[in-house]
């Protein structure tokens, strides 16, 4: 019961987008008719009737609603936390739905007017943009908090020294509720001018007050600008589900996990190679630059396993583990072997025992110091042959270096070099034949077999290496 609600009504699934926008559609109605019984809005579709009417539908609708949220946290609750359906129960949420399924009509105005703000609360469960805006709002909780706690002090305390100062010389306060309305509307620079300071030390408190609510607000805008560009960024990931759906379709493509200096130095030789891959990474600057440059991007972290599931690694044919932390690396790398044993994993280690391990669970290493090393030691003893190697490499003009698996039913399995057409015809020179039962054959001869499931490492112009990969299946 609670993975077909939650799938059908409360996920990302087609389904749940359509039941989002007609829950919309119903709340927005049902506001229309109270709005419309009421005569607030210049509506004349007919009698009071039509507008109960409609209020009846909307009811039963919300009450319906209400059960299936009832039916899959109850679900979930009673496996795990049977005290969270206690929690859920008394939250909120539940009594703005409860207050929702209330006929308008039936309570007197103007306290049918909690009922229509329960209405307008209830859309923000169903609208992705005002969602990520509330989620923004409560990310940034610790520091709105803090924020609210500094006024709510200096709030106080201004209140009670007016009061002890001027309520005995001051007309306008004649009890500590006039002292802190005072306080409120200085201190955010409203300013009515119903009550002011009489005292020098009065004067000198409301001067203090004012620079300080112009600061907090300064602040307060800054805190709630930073939490509303975070959840931006994420909708503009995602915007319709543009993106998660062209990530959805994605197989046989690669997953970088970090978009840091030697992410974008793989993600840039993916692109260069016409391979298909998509970035986790979880700073909010990394990630809008990988958006800026046109690649398909998950903001979060490589380590959540619902994050790698979002990036189809199930269908991935490889994964690059380029995070800053080796600890992150190989989380990530069970975590990837988990959900599939058969994905190429190339991981950057930082240390010795790190490489032990990531070679232990089936990885594939990358030392920046070893690989530092080696080409320094390479460059020393024959420069020319670096200075070659890395032209290959780099060169999207010259020669490039590739690979060639050749499965059971290509043209060329079973078939001597010398038989086939790969260097005449496509001007491509064999380097080495490798085969997991078997070692790799380097220089092979023309008289060497090429056998089914084994790979060719070959080396090529870019034009040769893409008209030989159209046929070498």
Request: aromatic fraction near 10%.
């Amino acid at each position: 019961m609670k993975l077909q609600i939650r799938e059908t009504f409360y996920s990302n699934a087609p389904s749940a987008q359509l039941f989002g926008s007609f829950m919309e559609l119903a709340v927005f109605t049902s506001i229309i008719s109270i709005l419309g019984y009421d005569s607030a809005i210049p509506i004349n579709i007919g009698s009071p009737k039509i507008y109960i009417i409609i209020e009846f539908i909307s009811i039963i609708i919300f009450a319906f609603e209400m059960i299936l949220r009832f039916l899959m946290t109850y679900s979930e609750c009673k496996k795990r936390k049977p005290y969270s359906f206690v929690m859920f129960l008394i939250s909120f949420t539940t009594f703005v739905d409860l207050l929702s399924i209330i006929p308008y009509y039936m309570l007197p105005y103007p306290y049918r007017i909690f009922i229509l703000i329960a209405r307008i609360l209830k859309t923000t469960r169903f609208s992705p943009s005002i969602k990520e805006m509330i989620v923004g709002l409560q990310e940034k909780t610790f520091e709105l908090s803090t924020v609210f706690f500094i006024f709510v002090f200096f709030v106080f305390s201004a209140s009670i020294v007016m009061f002890a100062l001027e309520s005995k010389v001051n007309p306008g306060i004649n009890n500590l509720f006039d002292a802190v309305w005072w306080s409120i509307v200085t201190v955010t620079t409203v300013g009515y001018g119903d009550i002011r300071p009489v005292t020098s030390i009065g004067r000198v408190i409301a001067s203090v007050l004012m620079i300080l609510g112009i600061s907090g607000i300064a602040v307060l805008t800054g805190i709630i600008t930073t939490g509303f560009t975070d959840r931006l960024l994420k909708l503009k990931l995602n915007l319709g589900g543009v993106m998660e759906k062209k990530i959805s379709k994605l197989t046989n493509h690669y997953i970088i996990c970090g978009y840091g200096r030697v992410g974008k130095i793989v993600a840039k030789e993916l692109e260069r190679f016409h391979k298909q891959f998509v970035i986790i990474e979880s700073n909010k600057d990394s990630v809008q630059e990988a958006i800026d440059n046109g690649y398909l991007t998950i903001a979060g972290s490589a380590t959540d396993e619902e994050v790698l599931k979002k990036a189809n690694i199930q269908d991935a044919l490889g994964i690059a583990l380029v995070m800053d932390s080796d600890a992150d690396n190989l989380y990530t790398l069970i975590t990837a072997k988990d959900e599939n044993r058969e994905i190429l994993a190339i991981a950057r280690a930082n240390t010795e025992d790190s490489i032990k391990k990531f070679i232990k669970l089936g990885a594939k290493t990358i030392s920046p110091y070893q690989s530092s090393g080696y080409d320094i030691s390479r460059m020393l003893i024959s420069p020319r042959t670096a200075e070659f190697v890395s032209i290959i490499m780099q060169s999207d003009k010259t020669i490039e270096m590739g690979e060639f698996f050749i499965s059971k039913d290509s043209q060329y399995a079973n078939k001597k070099i010398k038989d086939t057409d790969i260097r005449s015809k496509y001007n491509i020179i064999i380097i080495a034949i490798t085969s997991k039962n078997k070692d790799t054959i380097f220089n092979p001869k023309a008289d060497d077999v090429i056998e089914p499931k084994s790979t060719l490492i070959c080396v090529g112009t870019k034009e040769d290496m893409e008209k030989f990969e159209k046929v070498v299946v």
